[in-house]
C-alpha cells in the first residue's frame, strides 16, 4: 500500500533541492524543517542523512581549494564532531522532545542573520582557537536539531574566504559534520534499514529539484529567491516553535 508520508518525503526534498540548486545552499535546513512538521527531528534527520552527505561529497571535490580548506578548518570541524558527541543523545534521549522547539527557534536565527547580512572579521592569527570554540557550539546545537548552520557558517564569511572557496568549504564540513551526526544515530539504532527506502525517496527527490534549481538560476534573481527564502524559513521556525508549545503544555 502506498505510504502519503512518502510523497511528504518526495515533496519536501524536491523544494530542498531546488533551493539548494538555485543559492547553493539550505537541503539538510529545509528538509529538516520541513519533516519536523509531520515526525520528530530524530526520524527527519535519519531520512536527510544520506542525501546531505552524497549532495555534500560532490561539493567537497568540486574545487581546487580542498587542501588549504583543511589546514584552516581542521579546527572547527574537530570541534563540531566533538560537541556532537558531547550532545549524542539530544534527539534520542530523555530531551529529544524539545528538539521540534530548538529547530525551530534555530530557523528563525539562521534567517534573521541572513536577511540581515551580519558580517564580522576573524583574524588569521585567530582563527584555529575561535575555530574551535565554534564548533564545538556548532556541534551541540547540530546533534539537538539536525541542522549545522549556526555558528559554522557565520564564522566560515568571517574567516575571509573567497566565493568559490566558501561553497567548497561548506561541502568539506557540512560532510564531515553529517557523517559524526550519522554516527551518532546508528549507534541510537534511529538509522537502520526501516529508513532505507524514504532515504531512496528523498535522494531522488534532492536531485530532482537541484536540477530544476540549476536550469532556472540563470533566469531568475537569486538575490530575491534568497530573500523570500529566508523569509518563508522564519514562519516555518515560528510555526515549528508554536507547534511544540502547544504540545508541551496544552
Do not use: C
Not at 567537497?60 to 570541534?79: E, N, Q, S, V
Not at 570554540?133 to 548552520?149: E, K, M, P, W, Y
Not at 561548506?170 to 532505507?196: D, I, P, R, Y
Amino acid at each position: 500500500m502506498f505510504d502519503p508520508l512518502l510523497l511528504l518525503i518526495a515533496a519536501a526534498f524536491l523544494l530542498a533541492g531546488f533551493i539548494k540548486g538555485v543559492i547553493g545552499l539550505g537541503l539538510p535546513t529545509v528538509s529538516m524543517g520541513l519533516l519536523a512538521v509531520s515526525m520528530a527531528p530524530s526520524r527527519a534527520l535519519a531520512i536527510v542523512i544520506v542525501p546531505a552527505i552524497i549532495t555534500n561529497i560532490w561539493q567537497t571535490f568540486a574545487g581546487p581549494y580542498l587542501r588549504d580548506i583543511i589546514r584552516r578548518l581542521w579546527p572547527l570541524m574537530l570541534g563540531t564532531v566533538a560537541g556532537i558527541w558531547l550532545n549524542a543523545d539530544a534527539l534520542t534521549g530523555p530531551h529529544a522532545r524539545y528538539g521540534t522547539f530548538a529547530l525551530g527557534i534555530l530557523l528563525v536565527i539562521y534567517a534573521v542573520i541572513g536577511l540581515n547580512r551580519f558580517h564580522f572579521r576573524v583574524a588569521r592569527r585567530d582563527e584555529k582557537w575561535i575555530g574551535g570554540i565554534v564548533g564545538v557550539v556548532t556541534g551541540i546545537i547540530s546533534a539537538a536539531t539536525g541542522v549545522q548552520v549556526i555558528p559554522s557558517m557565520p564564522f566560515m564569511q568571517a574567516i575571509g574566504m573567497e566565493k568559490d572557496e566558501l561553497v567548497q568549504a561548506l561541502g568539506v564540513f557540512f560532510t564531515v559534520a553529517t557523517v559524526a551526526l550519522g554516527f551518532n544515530l546508528t549507534l541510537s539504532g534511529v538509522l537502520n534499514a526501516t529508513t532505507a527506502l524514504p532515504g531512496a525517496v528523498a535522494m531522488a527527490g534532492a536531485f530532482a529539484g537541484m536540477y530544476i534549481g540549476q536550469a532556472v538560476r540563470a533566469r531568475i534573481s537569486a538575490e530575491a529567491f534568497r530573500h523570500w527564502f529566508l523569509i518563508a524559513m522564519i514562519f516555518l521556525g515560528l510555526y515549528l516553535a508554536g507547534s511544540a508549545l502547544a504540545k508541551e503544555f496544552g
